[in-house]
């Protein structure tokens, strides 16, 4: 058996955790809407059309804001289409994703149900064939409370109340030329600074993201960045990141050591928006909103996606199969992003239903966890409060692209007012357990609430209709505390939750 030790300290903290954090996506693409949470027939369907069981597991995800309605559809997407009367909405060719959009579900709509779902929205406006007045318009629709053409459309259409949505995103990975309306840095940059100089005029508090690079390994990054920030900083309040890892080389040693280059795109991101803070002598900061993460690319490379039938209404495309390699990777992205919560204040897993998601429907029936929902389910839920900086001391390994990964991935959250501390930490050892010792520095009187152990007997084994609970977490970890000293058993190859609390006197 490998050791390992871990010293935390109460005294070395790497941030507050934004809970939105834990956000997620859904955008109007394959599945993910239609026959996703919305799907009028099926027999759970509430009196809006959304489907009540995915609402149960968004739920239990304590996902706290969804990023709507994309991703590369927004580019393409007039959003008052999607208002009014439902059987007055036009149907559209939706070209990034090849599909015909009915309209059904459109503002209105998708607020109402981020409110069944126990989230908010944030909202993403179209640089691609629009601009600043489409973009004022919608603001002016879902935030300004009356008395104008908009509003009052708003209020004609059931909505005495504005929406009051708070974040907004300006365009979406205008780097990238399979975008329309695809933008140079200096292009982007003059249309985003007008734009959010408008929509802040409407409503001074929100909060703006200008659409940073679609990824680490575009040309443009990180000039991409600093050109962009050079025309917005002073009205954007977070630029957005996009990451998504795939194994295609079936090298999972290799595959789930990609958190670290995770880490190393967000530390570029911040030296970059702090160069830029330097250069205009400001005391603004600039944060980070990694508003597109997950594992890609399964049904690309089994063929799937290029067997759906382009022009239909619900074209079934990137469905994911996940497999448990998935959930360990998911589960260091997850870490890394703590790690870094002083300057990562939102993030979202894409998406959240049917495409790249952790739930998968079946049209007209079930509903289910694929294996990478419960890593996110247990950060979402207990990883709160600060985030607590890891001095880790583990074996290592080096892999095809990385070299001295450390087989064991910790954070650690204590959440000072409920007197809890939870431990992250992921073996990635194919092989062996891991002892553990976690040094808790500055923390006395804990006792172990439950070790969470999250584990397969089969690295490619995941969760299906036919089988909705293959792979699932337990409880039967091996913790123990004695002092300060937390002593873990970390099973090979496992995800693991340890969970702490205050004993009372």
């Keep these: 058996m490998k050791k390992a030790k871990v010293i935390y300290d109460k005294e070395f903290v790497i941030g507050q955790v934004d809970k939105r954090i834990y956000g997620s996506f859904l955008e109007h693409m394959g599945r993910a809407i239609y026959t996703g949470i919305y799907e009028p027939d099926h027999p759970q369907a509430d009196e809006m059309g ?3 069981d995915v609402l149960e597991l968004v739920r239990q995800l304590n996902v706290p804001i969804v990023r709507y309605p994309g991703g590369n559809f927004v580019s393409g997407y007039n959003w008052e289409d999607g208002i009014g009367p439902k059987e007055k909405r036009p149907r559209r ?13 459109g503002v209105n709509e998708f607020v109402e149900w981020a409110k069944r779902a126990n989230t908010s929205v944030m909202m993403t406006v179209n640089l691609g064939t629009r601009g600043i007045d489409a973009a004022r318009n919608l603001v002016e629709y879902c935030n300004f409370p009356g008395g104008t053409y908009y509003s009052d459309l708003r209020r004609q259409h059931g909505y005495e109340q504005p929406h009051n949505i708070k ?26 600074r007008e734009t959010a100089k408008v929509m802040k005029w409407i409503d001074p508090t929100i909060e703006l993201v200008a659409a940073g690079s679609s990824g680490p390994k575009m040309p443009t990054f990180p000039e991409w960045e600093a050109i962009v920030l050079d025309h917005t900083y002073d009205l954007v309040d977070y630029v957005s990141l996009h990451v998504y890892y795939g194994n295609p080389e079936k090298d999972t040693k290799n595959f789930v050591a990609k958190s670290l280059e995770m880490e190393e795109f967000i530390k570029t991101v911040i030296s970059t928006i702090d160069y830029v803070k330097a250069k205009k002598r400001s005391k603004k900061v600039v944060n980070i909103s ?3 993460w997950n594992v890609w690319y399964h049904a690309h ?26 959930a360990i990777l998911v589960g260091c992205m997850l870490i890394a992003l703590l790690k870094h919560c002083d300057r990562v204040k939102m993030a979202c897993m894409a998406q959240l239903v049917n495409v790249i998601a952790p739930i998968t429907t079946v049209k007209g029936g079930i509903a289910y966890r694929q294996v990478i929902y419960y890593p996110f389910m247990h950060a979402a839920n207990f990883g709160h409060g600060v985030a607590l900086l890891p001095k880790v001391n583990s074996p290592k390994y080096d892999s095809k692209d990385f070299t001295d990964v450390p087989y064991i991935e910790t954070v650690a959250t204590y959440n000072e007012e409920k007197g809890e501390i939870t431990v992250f930490a992921v073996n990635r050892d194919l092989e062996e357990e891991m002892q553990v010792e976690f040094k808790l520095d500055g923390f006395e009187g804990f006792e ?16 299906t209709a036919e089988n ?15 002092g300060n000293i937390l002593t873990s ?3 090979k190859f496992s995800w693991n939750v340890i969970r702490l609390k205050k004993k009372e006197n």
């Excluded at 089994?302 to 998935?326: L, T």
């Design 50 to 52: 959304f489907r009540k």
């Design 93 to 105: 060719l939706e070209l990034a994703w090849r599909a015909i959009e009915t309209n059904e579900v």
């Design 167 to 192: 974040v907004w995103c300006l365009g979406n990975e205008m780097d990238g030329d399979w975008q329309i309306g695809h933008k140079t840095a200096h292009e982007y940059g003059r249309i985003a």
């Design 290 to 292: 990694f508003d597109e």
């Design 301 to 326: 490379l089994e063929g799937k996606d290029q067997k759906a039938e382009p022009w239909a209404q619900i074209r079934a495309i990137a469905e994911e199969d996940y497999v448990f390699e998935d």
């Design 448 to 463: 172990v609430v439950e070790h969470i152990v999250y584990e397969s007997d089969d690295i490619y084994k995941g969760n």
């Design 468 to 482: 909705p609970d293959n792979v699932v977490p337990h409880k039967g970890g091996n913790s123990k505390i004695e």
């Design 489 to 491: 058993i970390l099973p």
